[in-house]
């Protein structure tokens, strides 16, 4: 199965009862996180479900999270191929700043399967003066792989194409500019990796609370801070924006998804990709939180010939395997 210029919607397993609402739309599919992430994919298999579906073990966030010199677990993989994903992803740890044991510790234990994605949750500063070490590490050992960026403040200047795990509007500048599939997050803490340990500051929102993008600004924005101003999407009607401060969580998500895939339609008919986005870019002026950051080349690791088959969210440590 083709993940191919695929927006997938990152959830917990919580959310397995909302995901076929939520995945229903072209060129998209679901990445469930958390240890028992595969246990949604039977699930939503079983159901019918023949879209892109991925696990992200998360092991690398959170209070307790590992160091990415832990042992990749060949049983995650196995679990996750007899769930029928449609590529495996690697349980892979935290790789902080310049640490290039890590790196390399997670591409070549990757290295050692078939067909797998290596999951590289990195330090943002691998995305400013450690991004021509990561880019030649990734070249030297050609896997497909998948990028966790940090958060920091100010935001990375430069990210590469590649595919995002654990994203917000930041996934649709990653397709813009080459990156093959991109993940957004339904909740907060799923659009983000928080630096550990963790203290609430500048916007960020640790934990479940509701947040509704908003088009014109381009961000997610708390569903009690909405701003004035209708929206026409399928599930407001145009009504107004702050209506989503009284709905549930679902209607929030199928808000969000509903926007996300508007934009991704426009971006799938676009000529160029990559002046789209920029033209985008903008409408966030107004914004008080960080800006989209820009995206960039990245070097093309090969991606599996023939996909075998086709954490929750929490932040914390799976018992090992």
Not at 105 to 128: C, F, K, N, R, Y
Not at 224 to 234: A, F, K, T
Not at 265 to 287: C, G, V
Request: charged share 20%.
């Amino acid at each position: 199965m083709d993940l191919r210029d695929h927006l997938l919607i990152q959830l917990s397993t919580r959310d397995v009862y909302d995901a076929l609402i939520l995945g229903d739309r072209p060129h998209s599919g679901l990445v469930f996180t958390g240890q028992a992430a595969h246990e949604a994919v039977r699930m939503v298999r079983r159901r019918g479900y023949t879209a892109p579906v991925l696990c992200d073990r998360r092991r690398y966030a959170g209070s307790g999270r590992v160091r990415g010199t832990a042992g990749l677990s060949a049983h995650w993989i196995a679990d996750q191929v007899e769930a029928r994903v449609t590529v495996p992803l690697t349980d892979s740890g935290y790789i902080g700043r310049g640490d290039t044991e890590a790196l390399h510790t997670i591409l070549d234990q990757a290295s050692q399967w078939g067909e797998v994605v290596a999951v590289l949750p990195v330090h943002a500063d691998w995305l400013g003066p450690g991004l021509p070490a990561l880019t030649t590490a990734i070249a030297t050992y050609g896997l497909p792989v998948a990028l966790v960026v940090e958060d920091a403040a100010p935001p990375p200047v430069r990210i590469p194409g590649l595919p995002l795990l654990s994203a917000g509007v930041a996934a649709l500048g990653a397709l813009a500019h080459g990156a093959p599939w991109a993940a957004v997050g339904v909740r907060e803490v799923l659009r983000h990796l928080y630096p550990e340990p963790h203290q609430a500051r500048g916007g960020w929102r640790k934990g479940g609370a509701r947040s509704a993008l908003v088009p014109e600004l381009l961000e997610f924005v708390p569903v009690e801070r909405l701003p004035e101003g209708v929206c026409g999407c399928s599930v407001c009607h145009g009504r107004p924006l702050r209506h989503l401060a009284g709905a549930g969580e679902l209607e929030v998500n199928t808000h969000n998804v509903t926007v996300l895939h508007r934009l991704h339609a426009r971006m799938l008919r676009s000529t160029h990709r990559e002046r789209w986005w920029a033209e985008l870019q903008p409408a966030s002026s107004a914004s008080t939180g960080p800006r989209p950051a820009p995206y960039g080349p990245a070097p093309r690791p090969r991606t599996p010939a023939s996909p075998p088959g086709s954490a929750d969210g929490s932040g914390t440590r799976p018992a090992a395997r």
